[in-house]
T-cell receptor, first 116, second 111 residues
Framework: DGGITQSPKYLFRKEGQNVTLSCEQNLNHDAMYWYRQDPGQGLRLIYYSQIVNDFQKGDIAEGYSVSREKKESFPLTVTSAQKNPTAFYLC???????????????FGNGTRLTVT | SQKIEQNSEALNIQEGKTATLTCNYTNYSPAYLQWYRQDPGRGPVFLLLIRENEKEKRKERLKVTFDTTLKQSLFHITASQPADSATYLCALVSGANNLFFGTGTRLTVIP
């Protein structure tokens, strides 16, 4: 079955530690995205990538970093510079052309990160 | 400022009735508008897309309308069922590679 796999589902970290969230897709999609979801707020875009070895900042990129070394993988690192990292993180992918072509996003089931 | 507002945080309706969810936006000129369903603890799932030059789109019990003059989309679920209970998100495409999401409406269908 094709889809997007995010792991782990729950992640706990101490303040000051960097943490990397995994996202793998086997849909052969070119574009991949990371969103953050907080209660009472819409999904907010952190980073996106349209092709391998290229990525762009979204609306709330500060304190985050990504890499896109393979088409299938788009890991997100939450660094200690992120002021409020506790949130639900969602990875998504879409066909070439990305969101502005109207291509729907396929989401993973998220990673809930708690930083204490 | 740019805003996407979904009419209410929560909506309760009786099974068999039609649920109508509203998505209003300001200061966007979207080429497309999409609707997603999200269950607790899961990622959103795409339901329907409607283009700016389309007035209405249907898929089984779902219907979406898009009024660019009113800057509003309506999402209808006819003959609603308890299994339709979920949070529904509207999202609009405006600009390069960005999909802007509303905060969602949590729908509960009461048996």
């Amino acid at each position: 079955d094709g889809g997007i796999t995010q792991s782990p589902k729950y992640l706990f970290r101490k303040e000051g530690q960097n943490v990397t969230l995994s996202c793998e897709q086997n849909l052969n999609h070119d574009a991949m995205y990371w969103y953050r979801q907080d209660p009472g707020q819409g999904l907010r875009l952190i980073y996106y990538s349209q092709i391998v070895n290229d990525f762009q900042k979204g609306d709330i990129a500060e304190g985050y970093s990504v890499s896109r070394e393979k088409k299938e993988s788009f890991p997100l690192t939450v660094t200690s510079a992120q002021k409020n990292p506790t949130a639900f993180y969602l990875c998504a992918s879409s066909f070439t052309g990305g969101a502005d072509s109207g291509s729907p996003l396929h989401f993973g089931n998220g990673t809930r990160l708690t930083v204490t | 400022s740019q805003k996407i507002e979904q009419n209410s945080e929560a909506l309760n309706i009786q099974e068999g009735k039609t649920a109508t969810l509203t998505c209003n936006y300001t200061n966007y000129s979207p080429a497309y508008l999409q609707w997603y369903r999200q269950d607790p603890g899961r990622g959103p799932v795409f339901l329907l897309l409607i283009r700016e030059n389309e007035k209405e789109k249907r898929k089984e019990r779902l219907k979406v309308t898009f009024d660019t003059t009113l800057k509003q989309s309506l999402f209808h679920i006819t003959a609603s069922q308890p299994a339709d209970s979920a949070t529904y998100l509207c999202a609009l495409v405006s600009g390069a590679n960005n999909l802007f999401f509303g905060t969602g409406t949590r729908l509960t269908v009461i048996p």
